[in-house]
Nanobody, 122 residues
Framework: QVQLKESGGGLVQAGGSLRLSCAVSGRTFTRYAMGWFRQAPGKEREFLAGISWTTGSTYYADSVKGRFTISRDRTENTGYLQMNSLAPEDTALYYC???????????????WGQGTQVTVSS
């Protein structure tokens, strides 16, 4: 099992940017992929982006492609989600999660952080 902890959320105006971080601890992470998800009140948890921890290959949901960028720093054991051109509809609780393989399905991610709140004002 790995432990994940998100940070970097906050309040930002529409059009602004935020960078979320996800610190990894526990079991060696080399065989896992990291994903970012978000969940707004009353809505299902939504996949945003994923990255292979070993190769750095990335994949995105169409809804954020071109605005969000996922990356990782293996030496720091930290993943990142750079979010640009934020809009009020991006307001949600943002989570990072770990899975054994590359996936975009919530139930294929075994370990989750507690989430960090992102609020975008209009």
């Amino acid at each position: 099992q790995v432990q994940l902890k998100e940070s970097g959320g906050g309040l930002v105006q529409a059009g602004g940017s935020l960078r979320l971080s996800c610190a990894v601890s526990g079991r060696t992470f080399t065989r896992y992929a990291m994903g970012w998800f978000r969940q707004a009140p009353g809505k299902e948890r939504e996949f945003l982006a994923g990255i292979s921890w070993t190769t750095g290959s990335t994949y995105y949901a169409d809804s954020v492609k071109g605005r969000f960028t996922i990356s990782r720093d293996r030496t720091e054991n930290t993943g990142y989600l750079q979010m640009n051109s934020l809009a009020p509809e991006d307001t949600a609780l943002y989570y990072c999660a770990a899975s054994v393989g590359m996936s975009r399905w919530v139930n294929e991610f075994d370990d989750w952080g507690q989430g960090t709140q992102v609020t975008v004002s209009s």
